[in-house]
């Protein structure tokens, strides 16, 4: 046989090969679809649902209040209602756009059901804390003594177990907690009670009150600052019958205190701290109330090289009365999870009741020498806030008593007969604690969100009476008042910690009972000033859906409802029905953000 001719045997037919080139696309076609089908199916192995079979799934939806079951796909709600509903529409919609071999092969997404006696609530929120000041103050707790001498009992503790502190002394000691209005004595500390123990003597000593408004200072700490001024603009160095020191600085005297800043190692540590104990108490977002350049560089550098842990919506601050807005990143969502904001800022216009630098339009009932103090003037308070809603900052302003609340409405009420659209800006009162009548009803009528923490209600039911006399006392802690006032019917709650406790059910609880975490109060068991008590469903909605519409971000999260991130929090009993003395005894089991479990287990 010839070579030509066996060469024209291999060769196949011309129209074989035609048939052949015209399947490869189709072929291809073919195993592309399956490829992309059978990643399909496997992405749906993300997906699950979780049910309760009483229906305790709270959503913060009015028009869904409760529902059965919530269908989470990858990080999103994707369906709410009855397990039979979603099933269905489940089904009906991968038949749609699933070929027959490949729905198959597709499981229904895992149906995960909670203990009988739990509940789901939307992720909590706290619409005002302070995130790295939380991990701080843990490092050196002084909350709870009742005593100078049990502060010096824990300050001695505390030297003693920190071999290169008790070595050296011109190492730092930083506290925070102490609050004198729990003493017996009732009294200012001095630089001389630290001065009274010999392990103590000579040290550098630097302590927070717990409200972060007065700081106390050891005499060696008075010998480094040398001369100080007589008067400090919005602040007070509390001196003793000759003019001397005593080692107490309130509000903005506080800042001649020069006490090393945080390092990068520091400000981590402190930042794992707080999200641990947040995400262990079912908190998904929280809203950091006083964000230096220093902390916003920290989280932005954080959320661009890590998945940053939970929502954070950061009030940006310097401690300025020149314009500053141009100091301040605006981030939008931003970072590797999009979890980071910065589109506002925090100012200040008085200090806090238990130091007596809360403003007062007249004096203190019990310490008529003074009516507290403003912080910033009028004027210079009155320009910044104009400059900063010019450019499109929502302005968030710490204001105390009823004076400070008075001057900002003032200043927010010439904003708004000017522009119509002030409302849409979203600007805050924090706290919104002391206020007249008249102020109490303005402030919902300018649209200004009054953002306030139920905790310190019953943190200074002891002595806020005292302090304020039988009258203004009526326009104080009004939380049911400024819910009802508000034109959204909006009243985010927060718990300014670690001022207060992180828990948020400790703020759940105190908004609905109006009571101290052991169940009295000064008017006995059924609350103080039990007029303004929180229901339940909307204390819940004040620290859901409330502190979501205060961040520009209701149509993301606050609900349970579909299209919105699937945050969410499993709780082991139902807060919204148990009876109010076993709402504090309820325990997370499980913190969700994104669809994923970021505390407990499902």
């Not at 050296?168 to 506290?175: H, R």
């Not at 927060?494 to 109006?514: H, K, M, Q, T, W």
């Amino acid at each position: 046989m010839s070579d030509s001719k066996r060469t024209e045997t291999k060769s196949p037919p011309p129209n074989l090969n035609r048939t052949s080139r015209s399947r490869w696309p189709a072929l291809a076609a073919l195993v592309a679809g399956l490829t992309f089908a059978f990643k399909l199916v496997q992405y749906q192995s993300h997906d699950y649902t979780i049910c309760s079979s009483n229906g305790a799934i709270y959503t913060v939806n009015p028009d869904l209040p409760n529902v059965q079951c919530i269908l989470v796909k990858d990080s999103v709600i994707a369906d709410v209602g009855n397990l039979e509903d979603i099933s269905a529409r489940h089904q009906s919609l991968a038949e749609s756009i699933l070929p027959w071999p490949i729905n198959l092969l597709r499981s229904s997404p895992p149906i995960k059901y909670i203990n009988s006696t739990s509940a789901i609530v939307p992720g909590l929120a706290d619409a005002h804390g302070h995130i790295l000041e939380y991990g701080f103050k843990e490092n050196l707790d002084l909350t709870g003594c009742q005593s100078v001498q049990e502060v010096l009992d824990r300050l001695k503790a505390y030297v003693s177990s920190h071999p290169d502190i008790l070595k050296d002394p011109s190492q730092w000691i930083l506290g925070m907690g102490w609050d004198q209005t729990k003493w017996l004595e009732a009294r200012y500390p001095t630089a001389d009670d630290l001065d009274s123990d010999m392990l103590l003597r000579g040290r550098r000593i630097s302590l927070s009150r717990v409200d972060g408004h007065a700081t106390w200072v050891s005499n060696r700490v008075l010998q480094l600052l040398g001369d100080l001024p007589k008067e400090v603009d919005g602040g007070v160095i509390i001196r003793d019958t000759g003019g001397k020191p005593t080692g107490i600085f309130v509000d903005n005297a506080m800042e001649l205190i020069k006490v090393p800043p945080w390092t990068q190692t520091q400000m981590l540590e402190y930042f794992d701290k707080a999200v641990k104990d947040a995400h262990a108490h079912g908190l998904t977002s929280i809203h950091d109330a006083m964000s230096t350049l220093d902390n916003i560089v920290f989280f932005k550098e954080y959320s661009e090289e890590k998945h940053l842990p939970l929502r954070l919506y950061l009030m940006g601050h310097v401690s300025s009365n020149e314009y500053w807005g141009g100091q301040i990143p605006r981030l939008t969502n931003h970072g590797i999870n999009g979890r980071l904001n910065v589109r506002s800022v925090k100012l200040f216009s008085d200090g806090a009741l238990g130091s007596f630098g809360a403003a007062l339009l007249e004096p203190y009932s019990d310490n008529p020498s003074t009516s507290g103090i403003m912080r910033v003037a009028k004027e210079t308070l009155g320009a910044l806030i104009n400059q900063f809603y010019k450019d499109g900052w929502q302005v968030n302003v710490h204001c105390i008593g009823d004076r400070a609340n008075h001057m900002v409405l003032d200043i927010f009420e010439d904003i708004h007969a000017h522009n119509s659209s002030f409302s849409q800006a979203r600007n805050r009162i924090e706290h919104a604690q002391i206020m007249t009548l008249e102020d109490l009803e303005r402030v919902g009528r300018l649209g200004v969100i009054p953002s306030v923490q139920p905790t310190h209600a019953t943190s200074d039911m002891g002595y806020a009476e005292q302090r304020l006399g039988p009258e203004r006392i009526k326009g104080a802690y009004a939380y049911q008042t400024l819910l009802q006032n508000s034109q959204n019917h909006v009243l985010p709650l927060g718990s300014d910690f670690p001022v207060e406790g992180i828990n948020p059910l400790l703020g759940f609880y105190a908004a609905v009972a109006r009571l101290s975490v052991t169940g009295d109060s000064p008017h006995g068991v059924k609350g103080w000033y039990p007029g303004q008590k929180l229901t339940r469903t909307q204390a819940l909605k004040g620290m859901t859906l409330d502190a979501a519409y205060a961040s520009f971000a209701e149509d993301k999260i606050g609900s349970l409802e579909i299209g919105k991130r699937a945050d969410f929090v499993i709780l082991d009993r139902d807060i919204m029905k148990v009876p109010q003395s076993e709402i504090l005894g309820t325990k997370v089991q499980a913190t969700v953000i994104d669809g994923q479990v970021v505390y407990g287990e499902l």
